[in-house]
Protein backbone atom coordinates (compact mmCIF):
# COMPACT_ATOMS: atom_id res chain seq x y z
CA UNK A 1 0.00 0.00 0.00
CA UNK A 2 1.58 3.58 -1.25
CA UNK A 3 2.89 5.64 1.65
CA UNK A 4 0.65 8.95 1.32
CA UNK A 5 2.42 12.25 2.23
CA UNK A 6 1.07 15.62 2.17
CA UNK A 7 3.18 18.55 0.69
CA UNK A 8 2.41 22.05 0.05
CA UNK A 9 1.50 23.87 -3.23
CA UNK A 10 4.91 24.64 -4.28
CA UNK A 11 8.61 22.57 -2.31
CA UNK A 12 11.89 23.29 -2.76
CA UNK A 13 14.17 20.29 -4.39
CA UNK A 14 16.14 19.70 -0.89
CA UNK A 15 12.54 19.33 1.10
CA UNK A 16 11.12 17.13 -1.42
CA UNK A 17 14.35 14.94 -1.60
CA UNK A 18 13.86 14.90 2.25
CA UNK A 19 9.93 13.99 2.24
CA UNK A 20 10.58 11.17 -0.42
CA UNK A 21 13.48 9.90 1.86
CA UNK A 22 15.66 9.68 -1.30
CA UNK A 23 19.42 10.96 -1.67
CA UNK A 24 18.36 14.68 -3.26
CA UNK A 25 21.54 14.45 -5.55
CA UNK A 26 19.35 11.04 -7.05
CA UNK A 27 16.31 13.69 -7.35
CA UNK A 28 18.43 16.46 -8.98
CA UNK A 29 19.62 13.79 -11.21
CA UNK A 30 16.05 12.75 -11.93
CA UNK A 31 14.95 16.51 -13.22
CA UNK A 32 18.19 16.59 -15.51
CA UNK A 33 17.02 13.41 -17.14
CA UNK A 34 13.69 15.13 -18.01
CA UNK A 35 14.75 18.56 -18.62
CA UNK A 36 15.23 20.71 -15.58
CA UNK A 37 18.27 22.11 -14.35
CA UNK A 38 17.39 22.79 -10.80
CA UNK A 39 19.75 23.06 -7.59
CA UNK A 40 18.87 22.38 -4.17
CA UNK A 41 16.96 25.39 -2.96
CA UNK A 42 14.82 26.24 -6.01
CA UNK A 43 10.85 25.16 -5.85
CA UNK A 44 9.16 22.72 -7.99
CA UNK A 45 4.99 23.12 -7.72
CA UNK A 46 2.80 20.30 -7.16
CA UNK A 47 2.38 18.68 -10.14
CA UNK A 48 5.85 18.57 -11.06
CA UNK A 49 6.43 16.98 -7.72
CA UNK A 50 4.02 14.76 -8.28
CA UNK A 51 5.93 13.58 -11.85
CA UNK A 52 8.92 13.32 -9.89
CA UNK A 53 7.85 10.45 -7.25
CA UNK A 54 6.36 8.59 -10.11
CA UNK A 55 9.43 8.65 -12.40
CA UNK A 56 11.50 7.65 -9.67
CA UNK A 57 8.93 4.50 -9.00
CA UNK A 58 8.69 5.13 -5.47
CA UNK A 59 5.76 3.46 -3.44
CA UNK A 60 4.59 7.42 -2.27
CA UNK A 61 1.43 9.31 -2.76
CA UNK A 62 1.75 13.02 -2.97
CA UNK A 63 -1.37 15.16 -1.61
CA UNK A 64 -1.22 19.09 -1.75
CA UNK A 65 -1.97 20.66 1.88
CA UNK A 66 -5.64 21.51 1.61
CA UNK A 67 -5.73 25.49 2.79
CA UNK A 68 -9.06 26.46 3.86
CA UNK A 69 -10.64 28.88 1.54
CA UNK A 70 -12.32 31.73 3.95
CA UNK A 71 -13.30 35.39 2.68
CA UNK A 72 -10.57 37.22 4.65
CA UNK A 73 -10.97 40.04 6.76
CA UNK A 74 -9.88 42.65 5.39
CA UNK A 75 -6.67 44.53 7.02
CA UNK A 76 -6.55 48.15 8.02
CA UNK A 77 -3.86 49.37 7.72
CA UNK A 78 -1.50 50.25 10.66
CA UNK A 79 -1.46 53.83 11.54
CA UNK A 80 -0.37 56.11 14.31
CA UNK A 81 -2.63 57.99 16.58
CA UNK A 82 -1.91 60.87 14.34
CA UNK A 83 -3.89 59.77 11.29
CA UNK A 84 -6.14 61.43 9.82
CA UNK A 85 -9.80 60.53 7.47
CA UNK A 86 -8.75 59.76 4.22
CA UNK A 87 -10.24 59.85 0.84
CA UNK A 88 -12.28 55.95 -0.44
CA UNK A 89 -11.00 54.48 -2.67
CA UNK A 90 -13.62 52.69 -4.63
CA UNK A 91 -13.80 49.61 -7.47
CA UNK A 92 -16.40 50.44 -10.05
CA UNK A 93 -17.02 46.91 -11.31
CA UNK A 94 -19.72 44.60 -13.06
CA UNK A 95 -20.84 43.08 -16.33
CA UNK A 96 -19.66 44.63 -19.90
CA UNK A 97 -22.05 46.75 -21.24
CA UNK A 98 -23.62 47.46 -18.28
CA UNK A 99 -22.74 50.90 -18.14
CA UNK A 100 -19.75 51.49 -15.49
CA UNK A 101 -17.81 53.64 -17.40
CA UNK A 102 -20.85 55.86 -18.55
CA UNK A 103 -21.73 56.10 -14.78
CA UNK A 104 -18.20 57.06 -14.02
CA UNK A 105 -18.40 59.85 -17.21
CA UNK A 106 -21.62 60.80 -15.51
CA UNK A 107 -20.21 61.38 -12.03
CA UNK A 108 -17.16 62.74 -13.49
CA UNK A 109 -19.37 64.76 -15.60
CA UNK A 110 -16.55 64.05 -18.54
CA UNK A 111 -17.05 61.74 -21.31
CA UNK A 112 -14.35 58.51 -22.03
CA UNK A 113 -16.08 55.80 -23.39
CA UNK A 114 -15.70 56.73 -26.74
CA UNK A 115 -11.80 56.77 -26.51
CA UNK A 116 -11.80 53.09 -25.63
CA UNK A 117 -12.35 50.64 -28.49
CA UNK A 118 -15.70 49.42 -29.02
CA UNK A 119 -17.31 50.95 -26.07
CA UNK A 120 -15.17 48.33 -23.66
CA UNK A 121 -13.02 50.01 -20.60
CA UNK A 122 -9.70 47.74 -21.02
CA UNK A 123 -7.30 49.46 -18.81
CA UNK A 124 -7.57 50.49 -15.05
CA UNK A 125 -8.38 54.36 -15.01
CA UNK A 126 -8.54 56.40 -11.68
CA UNK A 127 -10.29 59.34 -10.83
CA UNK A 128 -11.15 61.48 -7.62
CA UNK A 129 -14.14 63.61 -7.53
CA UNK A 130 -15.59 65.72 -5.00
CA UNK A 131 -19.00 65.24 -2.96
CA UNK A 132 -19.70 68.24 -0.67
CA UNK A 133 -15.67 69.32 0.25
CA UNK A 134 -14.85 65.27 -0.08
CA UNK A 135 -12.93 63.25 -2.14
CA UNK A 136 -13.72 59.98 -3.86
CA UNK A 137 -11.73 58.16 -5.42
CA UNK A 138 -12.99 55.94 -8.17
CA UNK A 139 -11.32 52.73 -10.32
CA UNK A 140 -13.00 52.16 -13.48
CA UNK A 141 -12.21 48.43 -14.10
CA UNK A 142 -12.53 46.58 -17.19
CA UNK A 143 -15.97 44.13 -18.20
CA UNK A 144 -14.95 42.21 -20.37
CA UNK A 145 -14.14 38.28 -19.32
CA UNK A 146 -10.94 38.61 -20.49
CA UNK A 147 -9.51 41.22 -18.19
CA UNK A 148 -10.27 38.90 -15.14
CA UNK A 149 -7.19 39.75 -13.83
CA UNK A 150 -6.98 43.51 -13.61
CA UNK A 151 -10.59 43.34 -12.14
CA UNK A 152 -9.49 41.14 -9.22
CA UNK A 153 -6.58 43.56 -8.75
CA UNK A 154 -9.29 46.20 -8.92
CA UNK A 155 -10.46 44.89 -5.90
CA UNK A 156 -7.83 44.03 -4.11
CA UNK A 157 -6.68 47.90 -4.03
CA UNK A 158 -10.32 49.22 -2.65
CA UNK A 159 -11.99 49.82 0.34
CA UNK A 160 -15.44 49.46 -1.52
CA UNK A 161 -16.97 47.76 -4.24
CA UNK A 162 -19.81 49.42 -6.64
CA UNK A 163 -20.84 46.63 -8.26
CA UNK A 164 -23.16 48.47 -11.81
CA UNK A 165 -26.01 45.74 -12.81
CA UNK A 166 -28.53 46.98 -16.01
CA UNK A 167 -31.99 46.81 -14.47
CA UNK A 168 -33.11 45.87 -18.04
CA UNK A 169 -31.00 43.15 -18.04
CA UNK A 170 -30.45 41.73 -14.33
CA UNK A 171 -27.12 39.51 -13.28
CA UNK A 172 -24.85 37.91 -15.44
CA UNK A 173 -21.65 35.99 -15.12
CA UNK A 174 -19.15 38.90 -14.83
CA UNK A 175 -21.75 40.30 -11.90
CA UNK A 176 -21.18 37.31 -10.15
CA UNK A 177 -17.11 37.21 -10.72
CA UNK A 178 -17.15 40.25 -9.70
CA UNK A 179 -19.24 39.68 -6.43
CA UNK A 180 -16.90 36.64 -5.91
CA UNK A 181 -13.55 38.92 -6.33
CA UNK A 182 -15.28 41.90 -3.87
CA UNK A 183 -15.70 39.07 -1.20
CA UNK A 184 -12.18 37.60 -1.49
CA UNK A 185 -11.16 40.87 -0.63
CA UNK A 186 -12.86 41.54 1.62
CA UNK A 187 -14.43 45.03 1.08
CA UNK A 188 -17.86 46.48 1.23
CA UNK A 189 -20.29 46.32 -1.49
CA UNK A 190 -22.93 49.01 -2.88
CA UNK A 191 -24.84 47.74 -6.18
CA UNK A 192 -25.65 50.28 -8.55
CA UNK A 193 -29.21 49.47 -10.61
CA UNK A 194 -28.24 51.47 -13.47
CA UNK A 195 -30.41 51.82 -16.64
CA UNK A 196 -34.00 52.28 -14.34
CA UNK A 197 -34.45 55.31 -17.00
CA UNK A 198 -35.05 52.04 -19.84
CA UNK A 199 -38.04 50.44 -20.66
CA UNK A 200 -38.07 47.07 -19.01
CA UNK A 201 -36.06 47.93 -15.75
CA UNK A 202 -36.92 46.03 -12.42
CA UNK A 203 -35.64 46.77 -9.78
CA UNK A 204 -37.33 43.99 -7.72
CA UNK A 205 -36.09 41.11 -10.01
CA UNK A 206 -32.19 42.93 -9.39
CA UNK A 207 -33.01 42.43 -5.89
CA UNK A 208 -33.95 38.77 -6.02
CA UNK A 209 -31.21 38.05 -7.88
CA UNK A 210 -28.69 39.55 -5.68
CA UNK A 211 -30.20 37.09 -3.26
CA UNK A 212 -29.48 33.88 -5.04
CA UNK A 213 -26.10 34.77 -5.04
CA UNK A 214 -26.28 35.37 -1.11
CA UNK A 215 -26.28 39.23 -1.44
CA UNK A 216 -29.18 40.25 0.70
CA UNK A 217 -30.90 43.49 0.73
CA UNK A 218 -30.65 46.25 3.87
CA UNK A 219 -34.58 45.95 3.68
CA UNK A 220 -34.65 42.61 3.41
CA UNK A 221 -32.39 41.82 6.71
CA UNK A 222 -29.41 42.22 5.07
CA UNK A 223 -26.38 44.55 4.50
CA UNK A 224 -26.48 44.97 0.91
CA UNK A 225 -27.42 48.27 -0.19
CA UNK A 226 -28.84 48.73 -3.22
CA UNK A 227 -29.93 52.25 -5.11
CA UNK A 228 -30.82 52.78 -8.67
CA UNK A 229 -29.71 55.23 -10.84
CA UNK A 230 -29.38 56.11 -14.52
CA UNK A 231 -26.08 57.29 -16.04
CA UNK A 232 -27.87 58.70 -18.83
CA UNK A 233 -30.14 60.92 -16.96
CA UNK A 234 -27.94 61.28 -13.71
CA UNK A 235 -30.85 60.40 -11.64
CA UNK A 236 -29.24 58.84 -8.39
CA UNK A 237 -26.01 59.79 -8.71
CA UNK A 238 -25.70 61.99 -5.67
CA UNK A 239 -27.62 59.60 -3.28
CA UNK A 240 -24.99 56.91 -4.38
CA UNK A 241 -21.99 59.44 -3.56
CA UNK A 242 -23.63 60.09 -0.26
CA UNK A 243 -24.17 56.58 0.34
CA UNK A 244 -20.15 56.00 -0.54
CA UNK A 245 -19.67 58.63 2.31
CA UNK A 246 -21.51 57.23 4.61
CA UNK A 247 -20.43 53.43 4.12
CA UNK A 248 -16.43 55.21 4.27
CA UNK A 249 -17.36 56.54 7.67
CA UNK A 250 -18.53 53.60 9.26
CA UNK A 251 -15.29 52.40 8.17
CA UNK A 252 -13.50 54.83 9.41
CA UNK A 253 -10.89 55.23 6.82
CA UNK A 254 -7.41 56.99 8.30
CA UNK A 255 -3.61 57.02 7.09
CA UNK A 256 -1.01 59.11 8.29
CA UNK A 257 -0.06 62.17 5.87
CA UNK A 258 3.13 62.34 7.49
CA UNK A 259 6.10 60.33 6.56
CA UNK A 260 7.51 58.52 3.27
CA UNK A 261 4.94 57.35 1.01
CA UNK A 262 3.83 54.06 0.07
CA UNK A 263 1.65 52.25 -2.62
CA UNK A 264 0.68 50.35 -5.47
CA UNK A 265 1.41 50.40 -9.53
CA UNK A 266 -1.87 50.16 -11.38
CA UNK A 267 -0.70 50.46 -14.36
CA UNK A 268 2.44 51.25 -16.49
CA UNK A 269 3.21 52.16 -20.12
CA UNK A 270 5.77 53.52 -22.48
CA UNK A 271 5.38 56.54 -23.81
CA UNK A 272 7.47 58.57 -26.64
CA UNK A 273 9.34 61.06 -25.05
CA UNK A 274 8.90 60.56 -21.42
CA UNK A 275 9.82 57.14 -21.28
CA UNK A 276 8.11 54.58 -18.44
CA UNK A 277 5.50 56.14 -17.25
CA UNK A 278 3.24 54.34 -13.73
CA UNK A 279 0.02 55.15 -13.01
CA UNK A 280 0.05 54.74 -9.11
CA UNK A 281 -2.38 54.68 -6.19
CA UNK A 282 -0.69 56.36 -2.73
CA UNK A 283 -1.55 54.14 0.20
CA UNK A 284 -0.63 56.06 3.31
CA UNK A 285 2.51 59.24 3.66
CA UNK A 286 3.24 61.96 1.16
CA UNK A 287 4.90 61.47 -2.37
CA UNK A 288 6.56 64.96 -3.91
CA UNK A 289 8.86 65.17 -6.56
CA UNK A 290 12.82 64.57 -6.44
CA UNK A 291 11.72 61.36 -4.15
CA UNK A 292 13.87 58.27 -4.71
CA UNK A 293 10.96 55.76 -4.87
CA UNK A 294 11.64 51.54 -5.56
CA UNK A 295 8.65 49.41 -7.31
CA UNK A 296 9.35 45.67 -7.43
CA UNK A 297 12.45 45.61 -9.42
CA UNK A 298 12.72 49.08 -11.02
CA UNK A 299 12.96 52.17 -9.32
CA UNK A 300 12.85 56.10 -10.28
CA UNK A 301 13.90 59.53 -9.36
CA UNK A 302 9.86 61.06 -9.62
CA UNK A 303 10.83 63.58 -12.48
CA UNK A 304 7.18 64.32 -12.76
CA UNK A 305 4.12 63.76 -10.12
CA UNK A 306 0.60 64.63 -11.79
CA UNK A 307 -2.77 63.88 -11.15
CA UNK A 308 -4.71 61.57 -13.54
CA UNK A 309 -5.87 64.25 -15.90
CA UNK A 310 -2.32 65.32 -16.47
CA UNK A 311 -1.95 68.68 -14.43
CA UNK A 312 1.52 69.05 -12.31
CA UNK A 313 1.12 68.46 -8.66
CA UNK A 314 3.45 69.27 -5.97
CA UNK A 315 2.42 66.26 -3.88
CA UNK A 316 -0.08 63.54 -3.51
CA UNK A 317 -1.60 62.03 0.02
CA UNK A 318 -3.22 58.73 1.04
CA UNK A 319 -5.47 57.66 -1.25
CA UNK A 320 -4.49 59.27 -4.48
CA UNK A 321 -4.47 58.69 -8.09
CA UNK A 322 -1.22 59.57 -9.54
CA UNK A 323 1.37 59.56 -12.26
CA UNK A 324 4.60 59.30 -12.01
CA UNK A 325 7.93 59.35 -14.91
CA UNK A 326 11.61 58.96 -14.16
CA UNK A 327 11.63 54.89 -13.54
CA UNK A 328 14.77 53.47 -15.39
CA UNK A 329 12.73 50.32 -16.49
CA UNK A 330 9.31 49.53 -16.61
CA UNK A 331 7.58 48.47 -13.11
CA UNK A 332 4.96 45.66 -13.08
CA UNK A 333 1.71 46.01 -12.64
CA UNK A 334 0.51 45.44 -9.04
CA UNK A 335 4.16 46.10 -7.48
CA UNK A 336 4.32 47.59 -4.41
CA UNK A 337 6.14 50.90 -4.42
CA UNK A 338 7.74 52.64 -1.23
CA UNK A 339 10.27 55.86 -0.85
CA UNK A 340 13.53 55.21 -0.34
CA UNK A 341 16.61 57.56 1.24
CA UNK A 342 18.23 57.92 -1.57
CA UNK A 343 19.65 56.41 -5.17
CA UNK A 344 21.83 54.02 -3.94
CA UNK A 345 19.50 52.35 -1.75
CA UNK A 346 16.88 52.09 -4.47
CA UNK A 347 19.45 50.63 -6.74
CA UNK A 348 20.18 48.27 -3.95
CA UNK A 349 16.23 46.85 -3.15
CA UNK A 350 15.25 46.74 -7.02
CA UNK A 351 18.47 44.60 -7.75
CA UNK A 352 17.54 42.20 -5.28
CA UNK A 353 13.90 41.90 -5.72
CA UNK A 354 14.54 41.70 -9.57
CA UNK A 355 17.28 39.10 -9.22
CA UNK A 356 14.72 37.33 -6.78
CA UNK A 357 11.52 37.74 -9.15
CA UNK A 358 13.64 36.11 -11.88
CA UNK A 359 14.85 32.79 -10.39
CA UNK A 360 11.29 32.59 -9.13
CA UNK A 361 10.14 32.51 -12.92
CA UNK A 362 13.21 30.74 -13.86
CA UNK A 363 11.93 27.74 -11.74
CA UNK A 364 8.30 28.09 -12.53
CA UNK A 365 9.20 28.06 -16.48
CA UNK A 366 11.20 24.70 -15.84
CA UNK A 367 8.32 23.11 -14.51
CA UNK A 368 6.07 23.87 -16.96
CA UNK A 369 8.17 22.91 -19.69
CA UNK A 370 8.11 19.44 -17.32
CA UNK A 371 4.94 18.87 -17.03
CA UNK A 372 4.25 19.17 -21.01
CA UNK A 373 6.98 17.34 -21.80
CA UNK A 374 5.97 14.53 -20.26
CA UNK A 375 2.19 14.94 -20.26
CA UNK A 376 1.59 15.82 -23.62
CA UNK A 377 1.97 13.65 -26.68
CA UNK A 378 4.80 14.05 -29.21
CA UNK A 379 1.60 15.31 -31.53
CA UNK A 380 1.27 18.79 -29.51
CA UNK A 381 1.15 21.82 -32.19
CA UNK A 382 2.28 24.36 -31.13
CA UNK A 383 1.51 28.62 -32.37
CA UNK A 384 4.71 30.50 -31.71
CA UNK A 385 3.67 34.35 -30.85
CA UNK A 386 4.90 37.45 -29.60
CA UNK A 387 2.94 39.16 -27.63
CA UNK A 388 3.22 43.20 -27.34
CA UNK A 389 1.14 45.62 -25.00
CA UNK A 390 0.67 49.38 -24.76
CA UNK A 391 1.04 48.96 -20.54
CA UNK A 392 1.68 46.31 -18.60
CA UNK A 393 -1.57 45.43 -16.56
CA UNK A 394 -3.46 44.85 -20.51
CA UNK A 395 -0.18 42.42 -21.45
CA UNK A 396 -0.79 39.92 -18.53
CA UNK A 397 -4.30 40.42 -19.31
CA UNK A 398 -3.76 38.96 -22.94
CA UNK A 399 -1.41 36.14 -22.31
CA UNK A 400 -3.43 34.89 -19.29
CA UNK A 401 -6.49 34.88 -21.76
CA UNK A 402 -4.05 33.09 -23.95
CA UNK A 403 -3.45 30.38 -21.92
CA UNK A 404 -6.77 28.74 -21.68
CA UNK A 405 -6.98 28.01 -25.47
CA UNK A 406 -4.48 25.70 -24.99
CA UNK A 407 -5.51 21.90 -25.53
CA UNK A 408 -3.89 18.54 -25.19
CA UNK A 409 -3.58 18.92 -29.34
CA UNK A 410 -2.37 22.40 -29.79
CA UNK A 411 -1.24 25.18 -27.76
CA UNK A 412 0.00 28.79 -27.67
CA UNK A 413 3.73 29.43 -27.17
CA UNK A 414 5.19 32.90 -26.16
CA UNK A 415 8.44 33.22 -27.21
CA UNK A 416 8.37 36.74 -26.26
CA UNK A 417 6.38 39.13 -25.05
CA UNK A 418 6.56 43.48 -23.37
CA UNK A 419 5.18 46.58 -23.22
CA UNK A 420 5.50 49.44 -26.16
CA UNK A 421 5.66 49.88 -29.64
CA UNK A 422 6.58 46.56 -32.18
CA UNK A 423 10.41 47.27 -32.72
CA UNK A 424 12.78 45.26 -35.32
CA UNK A 425 13.79 43.05 -32.41
CA UNK A 426 10.40 42.01 -32.28
CA UNK A 427 10.42 41.44 -35.61
CA UNK A 428 13.96 39.66 -36.37
CA UNK A 429 12.91 37.09 -33.31
CA UNK A 430 9.34 36.50 -35.01
CA UNK A 431 11.39 35.21 -37.95
CA UNK A 432 14.01 33.16 -36.15
CA UNK A 433 10.99 31.58 -34.45
CA UNK A 434 8.26 31.24 -36.79
CA UNK A 435 5.86 33.65 -34.84
CA UNK A 436 3.18 35.55 -35.57
CA UNK A 437 3.29 39.12 -33.78
CA UNK A 438 0.58 40.49 -32.05
CA UNK A 439 0.15 44.29 -30.63
CA UNK A 440 -2.67 45.33 -28.47
CA UNK A 441 -2.77 48.97 -28.75
CA UNK A 442 0.53 49.27 -29.91
CA UNK A 443 1.78 50.71 -33.59
CA UNK A 444 5.07 50.20 -35.04
CA UNK A 445 7.31 52.14 -37.30
CA UNK A 446 7.09 52.36 -41.19
CA UNK A 447 11.01 51.14 -40.73
CA UNK A 448 9.72 48.00 -38.95
CA UNK A 449 6.65 47.63 -41.36
CA UNK A 450 9.22 47.28 -44.10
CA UNK A 451 11.20 44.97 -42.13
CA UNK A 452 8.35 42.67 -41.63
CA UNK A 453 7.19 42.84 -44.96
CA UNK A 454 11.12 41.45 -45.88
CA UNK A 455 11.21 39.20 -43.23
CA UNK A 456 7.64 37.83 -44.56
CA UNK A 457 6.83 38.12 -40.86
CA UNK A 458 2.98 38.40 -39.89
CA UNK A 459 1.80 41.27 -37.23
CA UNK A 460 -1.53 41.75 -36.63
CA UNK A 461 -3.07 44.82 -34.68
CA UNK A 462 -5.89 45.18 -32.49
CA UNK A 463 -7.70 47.41 -30.14
CA UNK A 464 -10.22 44.91 -28.82
CA UNK A 465 -9.32 42.37 -26.45
CA UNK A 466 -11.55 39.91 -27.76
CA UNK A 467 -11.11 40.48 -31.14
CA UNK A 468 -7.31 39.25 -30.97
CA UNK A 469 -8.27 36.34 -28.65
CA UNK A 470 -10.60 35.34 -31.44
CA UNK A 471 -8.11 35.71 -34.39
CA UNK A 472 -5.37 33.09 -32.00
CA UNK A 473 -8.34 30.73 -31.58
CA UNK A 474 -8.79 30.86 -35.15
CA UNK A 475 -5.22 30.23 -35.81
CA UNK A 476 -5.25 27.08 -33.02
CA UNK A 477 -8.08 25.58 -35.30
CA UNK A 478 -5.77 25.49 -38.29
CA UNK A 479 -3.31 23.68 -36.50
CA UNK A 480 -5.91 20.89 -35.57
CA UNK A 481 -5.60 18.10 -38.09
CA UNK A 482 -9.32 17.21 -39.58
CA UNK A 483 -11.95 15.59 -38.70
CA UNK A 484 -13.42 12.35 -40.90
CA UNK A 485 -16.90 12.28 -40.19
CA UNK A 486 -18.91 9.27 -41.49
CA UNK A 487 -22.49 9.25 -41.71
CA UNK A 488 -24.90 5.89 -42.35
CA UNK A 489 -27.01 6.84 -45.23
CA UNK A 490 -28.65 3.13 -45.65
CA UNK A 491 -28.88 -0.61 -45.22
CA UNK A 492 -29.49 -3.69 -47.46
CA UNK A 493 -30.04 -6.98 -47.17
CA UNK A 494 -28.33 -9.71 -49.74
CA UNK A 495 -31.03 -11.81 -50.61
CA UNK A 496 -29.16 -12.82 -54.30
CA UNK A 497 -26.09 -12.91 -55.75
CA UNK A 498 -25.80 -12.17 -59.78
CA UNK A 499 -22.46 -11.96 -60.57
CA UNK A 500 -18.95 -11.87 -58.43
CA UNK A 501 -15.72 -10.92 -60.39
CA UNK A 502 -12.60 -9.82 -59.41
CA UNK A 503 -13.81 -6.52 -59.16
CA UNK A 504 -17.26 -6.21 -59.41
CA UNK A 505 -19.76 -7.59 -57.39
CA UNK A 506 -23.86 -7.60 -58.55
CA UNK A 507 -26.54 -8.82 -56.20
CA UNK A 508 -29.91 -8.06 -55.07
CA UNK A 509 -31.69 -7.50 -51.84
CA UNK A 510 -33.89 -5.22 -49.82
CA UNK A 511 -33.08 -1.91 -48.20
CA UNK A 512 -34.63 -2.34 -44.38
CA UNK A 513 -32.78 1.53 -43.25
CA UNK A 514 -32.21 4.55 -44.74
CA UNK A 515 -32.23 5.15 -48.60
CA UNK A 516 -29.30 3.90 -50.86
CA UNK A 517 -27.26 5.85 -53.31
CA UNK A 518 -24.73 5.63 -55.95
CA UNK A 519 -21.86 6.85 -56.61
CA UNK A 520 -21.26 5.98 -52.85
CA UNK A 521 -18.98 4.74 -50.07
CA UNK A 522 -20.63 1.10 -48.86
CA UNK A 523 -18.81 -1.87 -46.43
CA UNK A 524 -20.24 -5.39 -46.63
CA UNK A 525 -20.58 -7.04 -42.77
CA UNK A 526 -21.15 -10.51 -41.90
CA UNK A 527 -21.85 -10.92 -37.93
CA UNK A 528 -21.17 -7.63 -37.10
CA UNK A 529 -17.80 -7.82 -39.18
CA UNK A 530 -16.24 -5.45 -41.78
CA UNK A 531 -15.26 -7.81 -44.49
CA UNK A 532 -14.76 -4.88 -46.83
CA UNK A 533 -15.18 -1.43 -48.18
CA UNK A 534 -16.63 -1.00 -51.72
CA UNK A 535 -18.01 1.51 -53.51
CA UNK A 536 -21.87 1.73 -55.06
CA UNK A 537 -21.52 1.85 -58.81
CA UNK A 538 -25.03 1.36 -59.95
CA UNK A 539 -28.78 0.88 -58.53
CA UNK A 540 -32.04 -0.64 -60.28
CA UNK A 541 -35.10 -1.15 -59.26
CA UNK A 542 -36.40 -4.16 -61.22
CA UNK A 543 -35.11 -3.00 -65.46
CA UNK A 544 -34.91 0.64 -64.77
CA UNK A 545 -31.60 2.37 -63.36
CA UNK A 546 -32.26 4.52 -60.68
CA UNK A 547 -30.32 7.14 -58.27
CA UNK A 548 -31.98 5.90 -54.59
CA UNK A 549 -33.81 3.46 -53.49
CA UNK A 550 -35.96 3.81 -49.98
CA UNK A 551 -36.32 1.76 -47.34
CA UNK A 552 -38.67 -1.37 -47.83
CA UNK A 553 -37.80 -1.40 -51.21
CA UNK A 554 -36.24 -4.07 -53.55
CA UNK A 555 -33.03 -3.80 -55.67
CA UNK A 556 -30.08 -4.78 -57.46
CA UNK A 557 -27.21 -3.22 -56.54
CA UNK A 558 -23.00 -3.13 -58.67
CA UNK A 559 -20.72 -2.90 -55.84
CA UNK A 560 -17.11 -1.84 -57.24
CA UNK A 561 -13.92 -3.99 -55.03
CA UNK A 562 -10.60 -4.25 -54.81
CA UNK A 563 -10.17 -7.71 -54.63
CA UNK A 564 -11.73 -10.71 -54.88
CA UNK A 565 -14.79 -10.58 -52.31
CA UNK A 566 -16.94 -13.70 -51.09
CA UNK A 567 -20.23 -12.27 -50.60
CA UNK A 568 -22.96 -14.28 -49.27
CA UNK A 569 -26.81 -13.91 -48.97
CA UNK A 570 -27.67 -12.05 -45.66
CA UNK A 571 -24.82 -10.01 -45.46
CA UNK A 572 -25.19 -6.22 -45.22
CA UNK A 573 -24.82 -3.99 -47.61
CA UNK A 574 -24.13 -0.41 -45.48
CA UNK A 575 -24.25 2.85 -47.78
CA UNK A 576 -22.19 5.67 -45.73
CA UNK A 577 -21.06 9.13 -46.93
CA UNK A 578 -17.40 10.68 -45.40
CA UNK A 579 -16.65 14.08 -45.06
CA UNK A 580 -13.41 15.52 -44.05
CA UNK A 581 -14.64 18.47 -41.75
CA UNK A 582 -12.40 21.61 -39.97
CA UNK A 583 -11.92 21.13 -36.47
CA UNK A 584 -12.90 23.74 -34.16
CA UNK A 585 -12.24 24.52 -30.25
CA UNK A 586 -14.83 23.85 -27.96
Not at 448 to 453: E, G
Not at 491 to 496: A, D, I, N, T, Y
Not at 518 to 538: C, G, Q, Y
Request: hydrophobic residues 40%.
Amino acid sequence: MATTIEIDSTITVGDLAEALSIPVTRLITELMKNGVMATVNERLDFDTAQIMAGELGLDIELQRKIVTDVVPERKKAVVSDTATPRPPVVAVMGHVDHGKTSLLDAIRGASVVKTEAGGITQHISAYQVTQGERKITLLDTPGHEAFAALREHGAHLTDLVIIVVAADDGIKPQTVEAIRFARKAGVKIIVAANKMDKEGADLNKVKQQLSEHDLLIEEWGGDTVVLPVSAKTGAGIPELLDMILLVSDVEDLRADVEGDAHGLIIEAHMEQGRGPVAEALVEGGTLKPGQFIVAGGSYARIRNLESTDNSAIKSAGPSTPVIITGFKTLPEFGDVFRVVKDEKAARNQSAAAFDANKAGNHTDMNSMELIRMINRSNDLNELNIIVKADVQGSLTSVIDSLKVLDTEEVAVRIVGSGVGPINENDVHLAATSNAVIYGFHVVMSSGTKQLAARDKTTVRLYKVIYELIDDVKAELEKLLPDEIVETEQGRLVVKGIFKTAKTEIICGGEVTKGKLTHPSLARVVRDKEVLAEVEVTNLRRGPQETKEVFEGEMCGISLSTKSRLDIQEGDWVEVFTREIVARTLA
